[in-house]
Structure formats: structure tokens, C-alpha cells
């Protein structure tokens, strides 16, 4: 459900959250974690990163890329720094909350095939065939408006994706900015407030993006699932321990995002500059 795989430079410039309280709830949380998939999908976050490098080094830097910036971008996408990260601020988001609600949906035989479905299915996506193919598919899903689309729009909905990964993407962005300003990359008329403006221009463009990649993504992954499987998950996501989890998912995944964007800003203008003298 997190769609932006956000781009991140030096490992060091990157904020480790705070151990949550350790004991039998952090025992719990990392169960949890487990179950949901995450260490599968951060790395999978990290394949995404690398390839985004790629594209970012072509986009951004004057020599195009070099090893030394693979090198950069391969050590910001440490896989133990984001897991890191993100755990422990899930944990923080989550205390307080019904995690053995959220355990017993999640270790049950039906999540376990949910989560395995998820999973699969982003790292399908990494295939650019893949993908083009996937948003094909649903893109006739939704003109037809068939009954399986009309069930993942009520899932995105009762998620809130839609505007949970809008405002996680446009976040993202505006630190990125940051880091390029903090960086000296940026001309002298560009500001934190123009920045921002930026950042707000380019808000229709990322909204028709995640739309796109939500029923793509979802469509695919929960296509093997029957009618009665999906509307257990979609029950379960409109309880209050899965409004909880999602709700803490996106913190701890926006809080990473935000912090790798803004090391990727930092990292581009130590590039720019110096490929520039």
C-alpha cells in the first residue's frame, strides 16, 4: 500500500528512531512486523531505490551516473538502517493499540496468503513489463468498472491510500528540495517557500501517479483472492485495530521517506557541485 519508494543518499545523514519500550509489547510488535512482510518489503524498497538512483543520476547530475555515486546511493539504501527505522517507529505508533488484534488476522492462514500476495506482486513490479502490463489490466478494470475494481476502490478507501501516499509523496518531494538547498545546489532565488510552491504544482501529476499504481498494485496482488477472502480484509481493515495499524504503518514509513529524501537532496548537490568544477 506504500507506493513511493522515496530516493535517499548517505547513510550517515539518516535519523534511527528510538527503541520502543522493550518487553513483552516489543516482543509483540516485532511478530507483527514479521508477519506484515516488512523486512521482505524494504528490501524490495531498496531495489526500487537503486533503480530510481539510476534514473536520478541521468536526470540531475552533469556526468551522468559514476560509481562512486552507485556506491552513495547503494549505502543509503541500507536495508538495516531503513529496518531499523521504520520498526521503531512502529512500535512508538503503535503502542497503546490492540496488536493482538492485528497479530491474529495477520498470522491467520488467510493473511499469511494476503501478506505473501502483496509481496509477490511488488516484486513483480519491478519488472518494467510487469508493470506496463498491470496498469493495462486495470485500467480496463476501471472503465468497466467491474466488481473486483469496485472492491479495491472500497478497500482504498476505507485505507485512506489515496491521499495517505499523495501527502507522503509530496513530503518527500518538498525534503528533497531541502537537501538540494542546504546542499548550495540550488540557484539563490530558490527558497523553502518556492520550493514548496513547487512542490504544490506538481500535486495533480503525483495524484494521477498513485492512482494509477494503487489499483494497478492491488488489483494484481488480490486477484487470486475470492470475493469473501477480500471483504474479510477489507472487515478487518475498517476495525479499529486495522485503521491503527495502517495509520502507523504510513508514520513509520513517511518518517524514513522523508529522511532518505532529504539525504538524497544533500548527496545530489555534493554531486552537482563537484562534477560541475
Do not use: C, H
Not at 549505502?75 to 497503546?96: C, K, P, Q, S
Not at 507522503?168 to 528540495?177: E, V
Not at 494497478?216 to 483472492?225: I, K, N, R, T, W
Amino acid at each position: 500500500m506504500f507506493r513511493f519508494a522515496a530516493p535517499l543518499a548517505f547513510a550517515a545523514t539518516l535519523a534511527v528512531a528510538p527503541l520502543w519500550a522493550q518487553g513483552r509489547d516489543a516482543d509483540k510488535v516485532d511478530q507483527l512486523f514479521d508477519a506484515l512482510g516488512m523486512p521482505q518489503l524494504i528490501e524490495i524498497m531498496r531495489e526500487e531505490g537503486l533503480a530510481y538512483g539510476e534514473t536520478l543520476a541521468t536526470d540531475m547530475l552533469p556526468g551522468g551516473r559514476s560509481a562512486e555515486w552507485s556506491m552513495a546511493v547503494s549505502a543509503i539504501y541500507d536495508v538495516e538502517m531503513m529496518t531499523e527505522e521504520v520498526r521503531g517507529v512502529l512500535g512508538e505508533a503503535l503502542e497503546g493499540d490492540d496488536v493482538d488484534a492485528m497479530l491474529a488476522f495477520f498470522t491467520s492462514e488467510q493473511g499469511v496468503r494476503i501478506v505473501g500476495l502483496e509481496i509477490s506482486a511488488r516484486r513483480a513490479l519491478l519488472d518494467d513489463a510487469v508493470e506496463e502490463a498491470s496498469k493495462e489490466n486495470a485500467a480496463i478494470a476501471m472503465m468497466d468498472e467491474t466488481p473486483r475494481f469496485q472492491m479495491v476502490q472500497d478497500f482504498i478507501d476505507a485505507n485512506d491510500l489515496i491521499e495517505a501516499n499523495v501527502i507522503g509523496a509530496l513530503n518527500s518531494n518538498y525534503a528533497f528540495y531541502t537537501g538540494l538547498i542546504d546542499g548550495g545546489a540550488m540557484p539563490a532565488g530558490i527558497t523553502l517557500e518556492t520550493a514548496l510552491q513547487d512542490v504544490w504544482a506538481q500535486e495533480p501529476m503525483v495524484r494521477a501517479d498513485t492512482i494509477e499504481w494503487l489499483f494497478s498494485f492491488l488489483l494484481m496482488a488480490y486477484q487470486p483472492l475470492s470475493d469473501e477472502e477480500l471483504e474479510a480484509y477489507l472487515a478487518f481493515s475498517r476495525s479499529d485495530a486495522g485503521q491503527d495499524m495502517t495509520n502507523a504503518l504510513f508514520e513509520a514509513f513517511n518518517g524514513m521517506f522523508d529522511d532518505i529524501s532529504r539525504a538524497l537532496g544533500l548527496a545530489s548537490s555534493r554531486f552537482m557541485l563537484t562534477q560541475e568544477l
